[in-house]
Each structure stands twice: as C-alpha cells, then as structure tokens.
C-alpha cells in the first residue's frame, strides 16, 4: 500500500535542488523531506536548510545536510520513498550511475522537470542557458542586456543561486546594484566572478539567493524600475522562471554536450534561439557537429553564430613570457574545459611558456586537482570560502611566473594579494553574420508589444 506520506532526500549542490524544495515540497503535506545532500561545492554538507526557509509549520527544526557518499544509508536509515536528483552539468552515465545507488537501495529516483518547479513572472521573462559550464551564457546575458538597455527598457538579471554562506537566511533574497554590494553580502569568487560584471557597467541590478519566488517579486519591483527579466542560468540547468523567450549556448570546444550531459539536452532541445559560441577558436568539424546535433533535436530553434572575443589589457606582460593562466574555476572542475580565455589570450600574444602550477599547489587547490585531475597546466580560480581564497594566494606566490594572466571575469587583485605583474583578460559576445541576437530581441519586442519606460541614454 502507498504511504500517505512519502519520504524523500533531495540530492543537490546548493542550488537547483533548494529551489525545487521551496516550489514543489515546502508546504506539501504528501511529502517530508528527510534530508538533502550535497556535491561539487566545498563546504556545503554538515549544515541545515534552516526552519525560516524550509517553513517552520512542516520542518520547525530545518532540514540536515549531508554529504552525498552517504546517499545509500541514509535511503535505509530514514526509509526513503524518493530521492530527487537536482544538480547540473553531468553526464547521462554519471546521473543513472546515481540512479543505480537509489534504486538498489530500495527508493525511486526522480528527475523534477519544469511544470513543478518554474515560477510565473508578471513581467517578461528572457531566460539564458547552456550546454555545458563554461559555454558563455553570462557574455551572452550581458550582451543581451546592452542591446534592450538602449532600446530604452530597464533590465533585472537574476541569476541562478550561489549559496555558499553558513547563514543561508542571509542570502533568502540579494540585490546587487554596485560594487560595495559584492562585500555587503559576503560574496565569494564565484559569486563575484557572475555578479560583478553586471553591477561595474551600471547598465542593471542583478539578484540572486536561495527563494527564487521571493526573488522574483522583489526584482518585479525593483526601486530602479523593471520592464523585463533576464534569467541568466548557472551551469547547463534550465530556468527556475517560465520563459517567454529561451536562448541557448552551446560550445563547439566540447562537441557532443549537448546530446550527452544532463541537464543541457534539456536546454537545447526547449531554446527558441541557440549561439554556436566560440566559433573563432573551435575547428569547422566540430562546428558543424554541434550544429548537426541541434538541428537533430531541436529542428526549430533559430542558431547564432558567435565569437567570444578578448581583450587583453597588457600584452606586452606575455610575448615571449612565462605565464601562469588563473581560468575560472568551476569551468575547468566540472565543465572539464581544457582551455579558457586566459589560456587563449596567451597563445596569441606569444607567450614563452605556460606555467604548470601542479608542484605549487597548497590546502584546498591541491585537493582540486586530486578530485579533477585533468585540469592539466591551468590554475582554477577557486574561492567558494576565505580558505581557499588564501590557498589560491599563496599557490600563485609560489609560482615561478614572469606574469599571471587572469582569464576570470573579475578583478581577482582586488581580492588576493598578487606578486608578480598581472594582465587581466576579459571576453565578449560578438555575433558573426546574421541572425542576430538584436534581431530576436526587435522581434521579441514588437511580439508582445513592449514599450520602453525610458528614452534611450
């Protein structure tokens, strides 16, 4: 017989599954939620969803997490109904690997789909995914953001949750409108890496958090006006928010993704626009791969071509140098790219030499690179926390380098302490023929009938 009541463990990364949590289980009398647990993010097991969050009518002492290699005993010790996966950017054989350990442990494994778990907005909503870490959504966000940011309307970002601080009720809801906001609220690199951006060119606010409904009302009434929200995805998940435009980004330096990694197929098979990313740097095999496996699954999404173009700010660092290349961090960890824009700015200024900085390594960057073993001569930017932040500083000052070539998209000095002279790489969307994206958003526009609140600047 069915249990009135089902027992459930949400399987997450401080991200997706707290969001299906508050959309779907939070005050669901047919279901109690025993436990979550946690991967990828350092950290982030040992700590409690809290009471304010989960709802305190059903979960007065909030909910434990724990770190995932305990998935099995804990399906036995809290006989465990479901267990739900709500993380992103893995592998189909990884995710039924997952599904293997719940179902032989006695529970069903369940992957929440958008009907359960999208929040309506009452303003348009223009949503950003990916294929893969690393594609280039947030480059085509701001991208996006310039093109309706002269057309005269006034644009919120929200991006997709980054709750790395031990208080999460601190981090219900954030708005992010100037730089001094990125210290306010305790942000990580991570953080940083997608907030500052947004904040440094004035052009919007961006707010991010834990309860996404809560999220979304505040960005609707935002003190600087709101005519539409930028969804502007993490990793390959698909939106918390129910789009009335989808654009992809897909990534010809990792061909395939998008027909093999979870939940990126998803993005790719709902997008009504995709931008073949990076088509400067890949091979035309592989970008014809990747526009062969789009048009397979999804024959009626509108493709853009694009370049990821750079600026280098001093070149003169790196021709004939030797250079340690600082990449983002979750990019090359679990988007398991292999070169990033620090990497490729080097190549084309004529650095002497790229700096393997595997024997210098310290604390939490060595283990990194024991759990990512295939990051190669590339040093990641990881900061989920000050310790790691500290061991990202002192591994650079042990690096023998002529220079330290900073490929994030933040300014990484402000931060840690950098000895050696530092050039700073930044990178920007640039379509290549036509359509373009300012072509789908006029059509956007006159489609439902938006008028700009402002004049143009």
């Given at each position: 017989?069915?249990?009135?009541?089902?027992?459930?463990?949400?399987?997450?990364?401080?991200?997706?599954?707290?969001?299906?949590?508050?959309?779907?289980?939070?005050?669901?009398?047919?279901?109690?939620?025993?436990?979550?647990?946690?991967?990828?993010?350092?950290?982030?097991?040992?700590?409690?969803?809290?009471?304010?969050?989960?709802?305190?009518?059903?979960?007065?002492?909030?909910?434990?997490?724990?770190?995932?290699?305990?998935?099995?005993?804990?399906?036995?010790?809290?006989?465990?109904?479901?267990?739900?996966?709500?993380?992103?950017?893995?592998?189909?054989?990884?995710?039924?690997?997952?599904?293997?350990?719940?179902?032989?442990?006695?529970?069903?494994?369940?992957?929440?789909?958008?009907?359960?778990?999208?929040?309506?907005?009452?303003?348009?909503?223009?949503?950003?995914?990916?294929?893969?870490?690393?594609?280039?959504?947030?480059?085509?966000?701001?991208?996006?953001?310039?093109?309706?940011?002269?057309?005269?309307?006034?644009?919120?970002?929200?991006?997709?949750?980054?709750?790395?601080?031990?208080?999460?009720?601190?981090?219900?809801?954030?708005?992010?409108?100037?730089?001094?906001?990125?210290?306010?609220?305790?942000?990580?690199?991570?953080?940083?890496?997608?907030?500052?951006?947004?904040?440094?060119?004035?052009?919007?606010?961006?707010?991010?958090?834990?309860?996404?409904?809560?999220?979304?009302r505040a960005a609707e009434q935002d003190p600087d006006g709101c005519?539409?929200?930028?969804?502007?995805?993490?990793?390959?998940?698909?939106?918390?928010?129910?789009?009335?435009?989808?654009?992809?980004?897909?990534?010809?330096?990792?061909?395939?993704?998008?027909?093999?990694?979870?939940?990126?197929?998803?993005?790719?098979?709902?997008?009504?626009?995709?931008?073949?990313?990076?088509?400067?740097?890949?091979?035309?095999?592989?970008?014809?791969?990747?526009?062969?496996?789009?048009?397979?699954?999804?024959?009626?999404?509108?493709?853009?071509?694009?370049?990821?173009?750079?600026?280098?700010?001093?070149?003169?660092?790196?021709?004939?140098?030797?250079?340690?290349?600082?990449?983002?961090?979750?990019?090359?960890?679990?988007?398991?790219?292999?070169?990033?824009?620090?990497?490729?700015?080097?190549?084309?200024?004529?650095?002497?030499?790229?700096?393997?900085?595997?024997?210098?390594?310290?604390?939490?960057l060595s283990e990194t690179f024991e759990i990512y073993p295939n990051?190669?001569?590339?040093?990641?930017?990881?900061?989920?926390?000050?310790?790691?932040?500290?061991?990202?500083?002192?591994?650079?000052?042990?690096?023998?380098?002529?220079?330290?070539?900073?490929?994030?998209?933040?300014?990484?000095?402000?931060?840690?302490?950098?000895?050696?002279?530092?050039?700073?790489?930044?990178?920007?969307?640039?379509?290549?023929?036509?359509?373009?994206?300012?072509?789908?958003?006029?059509?956007?526009?006159?489609?439902?009938?938006?008028?700009?609140?402002?004049?143009?600047?």
């Amino acid at each position: 017989m069915r249990k009135k009541v089902r027992n459930v463990i949400i399987i997450g990364a401080a991200g997706r599954d707290f969001h299906n949590f508050n959309t779907f289980f939070r005050h669901n009398k047919n279901y109690n939620v025993v436990a979550f647990t946690a991967e990828q993010i350092p950290g982030i097991d040992d700590r409690m969803y809290p009471k304010e969050l989960a709802g305190e009518d059903l979960y007065p002492k909030g909910i434990k997490i724990y770190p995932e290699s305990k998935l099995t005993e804990l399906i036995k010790e809290f006989d465990v109904d479901d267990c739900v996966f709500a993380y992103s950017d893995k592998p189909y054989a990884y995710v039924m690997g997952v599904s293997a350990i719940v179902n032989a442990a006695g529970a069903n494994f369940w992957l929440m789909g958008p009907k359960d778990t999208m929040v309506k907005s009452k303003k348009p909503v223009i949503a950003v995914g990916a294929t893969r870490t690393g594609c280039g959504k947030s480059q085509t966000s701001r991208r996006i953001i310039e093109y309706l940011v002269e057309m005269g309307f006034r644009v919120v970002a929200v991006r997709h949750p980054m709750p790395y601080d031990p208080d999460l009720n601190k981090q219900k809801v954030q708005r992010f409108a100037e730089v001094a906001d990125l210290k306010k609220h305790n942000c990580t690199i991570e953080e940083m890496e997608e907030y500052e951006p947004h904040v440094v060119t004035k052009r919007n606010v961006i707010y991010a958090g834990v309860d996404y409904e809560a999220i979304l009302r505040a960005a609707e009434q935002d003190p600087d006006g709101c005519d539409i929200v930028l969804w502007d995805g993490g990793n390959n998940d698909f939106p918390f928010y129910q789009p009335d435009l989808t654009i992809g980004v897909a990534d010809p330096l990792r061909p395939g993704a998008e027909v093999s990694y979870y939940p990126g197929e998803v993005v790719a098979r709902m997008a009504d626009v995709i931008v073949i990313n990076k088509i400067d740097s890949a091979s035309l095999e592989n970008i014809n791969k990747v526009r062969e496996n789009l048009r397979k699954i999804n024959p009626n999404a509108m493709l853009i071509d694009a370049a990821s173009t750079l600026t280098v700010d001093k070149p003169e660092l790196i021709k004939g140098k030797k250079v340690l290349v600082v990449e983002d961090g979750p990019t090359l960890t679990h988007g398991e790219m292999k070169i990033g824009a620090g990497t490729v700015a080097a190549m084309k200024h004529g650095a002497a030499e790229l700096i393997d900085p595997r024997p210098y390594t310290v604390g939490k960057l060595s283990e990194t690179f024991e759990i990512y073993p295939n990051i190669g001569t590339l040093l990641p930017a990881m900061g989920y926390g000050e310790e790691q932040m500290k061991d990202l500083e002192k591994t650079i000052a042990k690096t023998p380098c002529d220079a330290v070539v900073i490929g994030t998209p933040i300014d990484l000095p402000r931060f840690i302490k950098i000895k050696q002279p530092v050039v700073k790489v930044g990178y920007e969307l640039q379509e290549i023929g036509t359509p373009t994206l300012k072509e789908v958003l006029d059509d956007f526009v006159a489609k439902h009938n938006l008028k700009p609140k402002r004049r143009k600047k």
